[in-house]
């Protein structure tokens, strides 16, 4: 090809991905498949590989640089950052309100909510429409440069639909969907987990490699102006939004106009009770006087803007008092120390427990009854103890002392060398079989509507069920012998307990509650059973899984060896062997989660090594696993394939003396079809 003719393709490249990125991640709407766009970028990218000279630093190609190898440097902002004054009921924004009708007398108001997201501020410059830097809020005067991870945020435009020079800040932050993703991950390998999004965030931003921030497919929203030369001046705060928007900026499109307190209380109430609902995490509602020329006469305080307040939604930490600490034990036998609360409202609901985890962090945190305590809850999770308050100590708090025994069953605990958990050996434990139930027919698990918590527990203490099994063998006339049921509601039980006898694989090997083995586990498990046993029964399984040995089980793709022994154990165990034949006898039936389409890779693992050029290595795992194959991570006598793309490391020698069949990149894709 002709430089001429490369130059304008790639020219077109660009703009075509730069068009897809916008849609994609600012409007949230797909022209076309994703692969669409990622196909366009691999084009892309060799055509620039081959051509360098044709390489701009406004090119899709070029949001990941390399690795920082010093600290941060420190960036002064051109705009100073100011913090918002914050309200925490409807009568702090009357107070407010009040306090700037005084400053623009006989004027009426108009306000912009947006919803305030949890994330982490940084501030954008753009250079005569080319983004060159990306700084954190740090002091406020200044910040640190973190351009190398921002600029991987792909629903930021790295050139802008205008030549102007810009100042504007926005938030930085993780999607539910991309949160609960990563510590998905994270568990599969026995990583440590990040606490909440905002976290995973900051700490993705302010990472020294780039591709690890890449990987982690931050987001951004821009909402407020700094430094600029635009010609025409936005006169309102909206004005601002669509001038941002329209330079091709992520900007939320979820803020509201109100002309007046009470409208704005009715955007902060509709939000506080659909947050939940929302693809992010947000903390509250913002709410900006709307006319920029009131803005200015409305100034700053020293500290904040007159004319913005943030109203915070109830909140997420609070303090109160230790009363006592017992010990819950849960369906694997773990102990935890629960502190029972003076009761107290955090995050808009009432609490009187919060968890204390296990021993070493009790002894770590130095938790005694009498305690002044700051608890922390974050959306439906238990309540938390974050910190004791030992400066409000008055010499009489009791130190707990954590038990030898079971509290329930009076039976051996231990604490394994290297484990932080204290268990209950005892197999029997009422507490134990009475979670392991719960656990069962929870959502993730059989999903049995209306077999809660307190049901379940009235069975066991009625001696109806002894073990999950026991669940499909029961009769309107049992559930009529507990108290308050009547015939209506025994049998809408007795049909959702029949309608769940159709389980898929994944959630079956969830619901037994093995340890190490949760929801990301079960489906990897099931996709490698569903490559080996077409015809599922509860016994079948546990015919080929009781077989299978630690080595075999760590052969499987994100499976460690914590979640290996758990399996080779829990398999092995008499008791599990009895469940099984129950679950067999009262005919429990097995689906599989995915579609054998392609009898060439059903059933066969493949090992990938050295770099894919058509195809990511991730999409090549996940192709293979749609197709009913097994991809690994390690060569062995066992392995089906090894793919081998460009610069193949030291496993390629091993299969060759190993005689595993090697495939090219493209062999392997022909084998795909």
Same mark, same amino acid.
């Given at each position: 090809?002709?430089?001429?003719?490369?130059?304008?393709?790639?020219?077109?490249?660009?703009?075509?991905?730069?068009?897809?990125?916008?849609?994609?991640?600012?409007?949230?709407?797909?022209?076309?498949?994703?692969?669409?766009?990622?196909?366009?970028?691999?084009?892309?990218?060799?055509?620039?590989?081959?051509?360098?000279?044709?390489?701009?630093?406004?090119?899709?190609?070029?949001?990941?640089?390399?690795?920082?190898?010093?600290?941060?440097?420190?960036?002064?902002?051109?705009?100073?950052?100011?913090?918002?004054?914050?309200?925490?009921?409807?009568?702090?924004?009357?107070?407010?309100?009040?306090?700037?009708?005084?400053?623009?007398?006989?004027?009426?108001?108009?306000?912009?909510?947006?919803?305030?997201?949890?994330?982490?501020?940084?501030?954008?410059?753009?250079?005569?429409?080319?983004?060159?830097?990306?700084?954190?809020?740090?002091?406020?005067?200044?910040?640190?440069?973190?351009?190398?991870?921002?600029?991987?945020?792909?629903?930021?435009?790295?050139?802008?639909?205008?030549?102007?020079?810009?100042?504007?800040?926005?938030?930085?932050?993780?999607?539910?969907?991309?949160?609960?993703?990563?510590?998905?991950?994270?568990?599969?390998?026995?990583?440590?987990?990040?606490?909440?999004? @905002?976290?995973? %965030?900051?700490?993705? /931003?302010?990472? =020294?490699? !780039?591709? +690890?921030? &890449?990987?982690? $497919?931050? #987001?951004?929203?821009?909402?407020?102006?700094?430094?600029?030369?635009?010609?025409?001046?936005?006169?309102?705060?909206?004005?601002?939004?669509?001038?941002?928007?329209?330079?091709?900026?992520?900007?939320?499109?979820?803020?509201?106009?109100?002309?007046?307190?009470?409208?704005?209380?009715?955007?902060?109430?509709?939000?506080?009770?659909?947050?939940?609902?929302?693809?992010?995490?947000?903390?509250?509602?913002?709410?900006?006087?709307?006319?920029?020329?009131?803005?200015?006469?409305?100034?700053?305080?020293?500290?904040?803007?007159?004319?913005?307040?943030?109203?915070?939604?109830?909140?997420?930490?609070?303090?109160?008092?230790?009363?006592?600490?017992?010990?819950?034990?849960? @369906?694997?036998? %773990?102990?935890?120390? /629960?502190?029972? =609360?003076? !009761?107290? +409202?955090? &995050?808009?609901? $009432?609490? #009187?427990?919060?968890?204390?985890?296990?021993?070493?962090?009790?002894?770590?945190?130095?938790?005694?009854?009498?305690?002044?305590?700051?608890?922390?809850?974050?959306?439906?999770?238990?309540?938390?103890?974050?910190?004791?308050?030992?400066?409000?100590?008055?010499?009489?708090?009791?130190?707990?002392?954590?038990?030898?025994?079971?509290?329930?069953?009076?039976?051996?605990?231990?604490?394994?060398?290297?484990?932080?958990?204290?268990?209950?050996?005892?197999?029997?434990?009422?507490?134990?079989?009475?979670?392991?139930?719960?656990?069962?027919?929870?959502?993730?698990?059989?999903?049995?509507?209306?077999?809660?918590?307190?049901?379940?527990?009235?069975?066991?203490?009625?001696?109806?069920?002894?073990?999950?099994?026991?669940?499909?063998? =029961?009769?309107?006339?049992?559930?009529?012998?507990?108290?308050?049921?009547?015939?209506?509601?025994?049998?809408?039980?007795?049909?959702?307990?029949?309608?769940?006898?159709?389980?898929?694989?994944?959630?079956?090997?969830?619901?037994?509650?093995?340890?190490?083995?949760?929801?990301?586990?079960?489906?990897?498990?099931?996709?490698?059973?569903?490559?080996?046993?077409?015809?599922?029964?509860?016994?079948?399984?546990?015919?080929?899984?009781?077989?299978?040995?630690?080595?075999?089980?760590?052969?499987?793709?994100?499976?460690?060896?914590?979640?290996?022994?758990?399996?080779?154990?829990?398999?092995?165990?008499?008791?599990?062997?009895?469940?099984?034949?129950?679950?067999?006898?009262?005919?429990?039936?097995?689906?599989?989660?995915?579609?054998?389409?392609?009898?060439?890779?059903?059933?066969?693992?493949?090992?990938?090594?050295?770099?894919?050029?058509?195809?990511?290595?991730?999409?090549?795992?996940?192709?293979?696993?749609?197709?009913?194959?097994?991809?690994?991570?390690?060569?062995?006598?066992?392995?089906?394939?090894?793919?081998?793309?460009?610069?193949?490391?030291?496993?390629?020698?091993?299969?060759?003396?190993?005689?595993?069949?090697?495939?090219?990149?493209?062999?392997?894709?022909?084998?795909?079809?």
């Amino acid at each position: 090809m002709e430089i001429s003719t490369v130059k304008t393709r790639v020219e077109k490249l660009r703009s075509r991905i730069n068009q897809l990125n916008y849609k994609y991640f600012v409007e949230d709407k797909s022209e076309v498949d994703e692969s669409v766009r990622d196909s366009l970028k691999r084009e892309l990218k060799e055509l620039e590989a081959s051509y360098p000279e044709l390489i701009t630093p406004d090119s899709p190609t070029q949001r990941v640089g390399s690795v920082l190898s010093a600290l941060f440097k420190k960036v002064r902002h051109l705009t100073p950052k100011k913090s918002l004054e914050d309200a925490f009921s409807e009568e702090d924004l009357c107070e407010w309100e009040k306090k700037i009708k005084k400053l623009v007398p006989e004027q009426n108001l108009e306000f912009v909510c947006e919803l305030k997201i949890d994330g982490l501020n940084v501030t954008l410059i753009y250079e005569k429409g080319e983004f060159v830097r990306a700084i954190t809020r740090g002091n406020g005067v200044e910040g640190e440069d973190v351009n190398h991870t921002v600029k991987t945020i792909e629903s930021l435009p790295l050139k802008l639909s205008e030549v102007v020079d810009l100042e504007v800040a926005g938030e930085v932050y993780l999607s539910k969907a991309e949160f609960a993703r990563i510590n998905s991950e994270q568990e599969k390998v026995e990583g440590s987990l990040f606490a909440n999004p @905002r976290n995973a %965030a900051a700490g993705s /931003v302010r990472q =020294l490699d !780039p591709a +690890v921030a &890449a990987s982690r $497919r931050l #987001s951004f929203f821009c909402y407020e102006l700094g430094k600029h030369n635009f010609v025409n001046e936005p006169l309102t705060q909206s004005e601002v939004l669509e001038r941002l928007a329209k330079l091709g900026l992520p900007v939320n499109p979820a803020y509201k106009l109100a002309t007046s307190l009470n409208e704005v209380w009715k955007c902060i109430d509709t939000w506080s009770k659909s947050r939940d609902e929302l693809p992010y995490e947000i903390d509250g509602v913002v709410i900006k006087v709307n006319s920029k020329v009131q803005q200015e006469k409305m100034g700053y305080t020293a500290k904040s803007p007159r004319w913005a307040i943030a109203y915070k939604f109830p909140a997420m930490q609070t303090t109160t008092k230790v009363l006592g600490i017992t010990i819950q034990v849960g @369906r694997t036998g %773990a102990l935890t120390p /629960v502190a029972e =609360l003076e !009761p107290v +409202v955090v &995050a808009g609901s $009432r609490v #009187s427990r919060a968890t204390l985890h296990n021993a070493d962090e009790l002894a770590r945190k130095d938790v005694r009854v009498g305690d002044t305590v700051i608890i922390e809850k974050a959306g439906d999770v238990i309540p938390a103890v974050v910190e004791v308050l030992k400066d409000l100590r008055v010499g009489d708090e009791k130190v707990f002392i954590f038990p030898v025994k079971c509290p329930v069953c009076d039976g051996i605990v231990e604490k394994p060398e290297g484990e932080a958990i204290t268990r209950c050996n005892n197999s029997s434990c009422f507490a134990r079989e009475s979670e392991s139930v719960i656990h069962f027919v929870g959502k993730a698990a059989f999903d049995i509507d209306g077999l809660g918590e307190r049901v379940v527990l009235q069975l066991l203490d009625a001696g109806l069920i002894s073990d999950p099994a026991d669940i499909f063998t =029961l009769t309107e006339g049992d559930l009529l012998e507990l108290p308050l049921f009547k015939e209506k509601r025994a049998l809408k039980i007795i049909e959702a307990i029949a309608a769940s006898k159709d389980v898929s694989l994944s959630r079956f090997i969830f619901s037994l509650g093995i340890r190490h083995v949760g929801e990301g586990v079960s489906q990897d498990l099931a996709r490698y059973v569903a490559a080996n046993i077409k015809d599922l029964s509860p016994l079948n399984l546990l015919g080929f899984l009781k077989e299978k040995s630690i080595e075999e089980f760590m052969q499987i793709e994100g499976f460690g060896m914590a979640a290996s022994q758990s399996l080779h154990d829990s398999f092995n165990e008499k008791r599990t062997q009895e469940l099984f034949e129950k679950f067999d006898r009262v005919g429990i039936k097995l689906t599989h989660d995915v579609v054998l389409n392609n009898s060439k890779v059903a059933g066969k693992s493949f090992v990938i090594t050295g770099s894919l050029k058509e195809i990511g290595r991730q999409q090549a795992k996940d192709a293979i696993k749609k197709a009913g194959g097994i991809s690994q991570s390690d060569v062995s006598s066992k392995t089906g394939f090894l793919v081998v793309g460009e610069e193949p490391g030291s496993k390629l020698k091993r299969a060759q003396e190993l005689g595993v069949e090697v495939l090219s990149e493209a062999q392997f894709l022909e084998l795909l079809g």
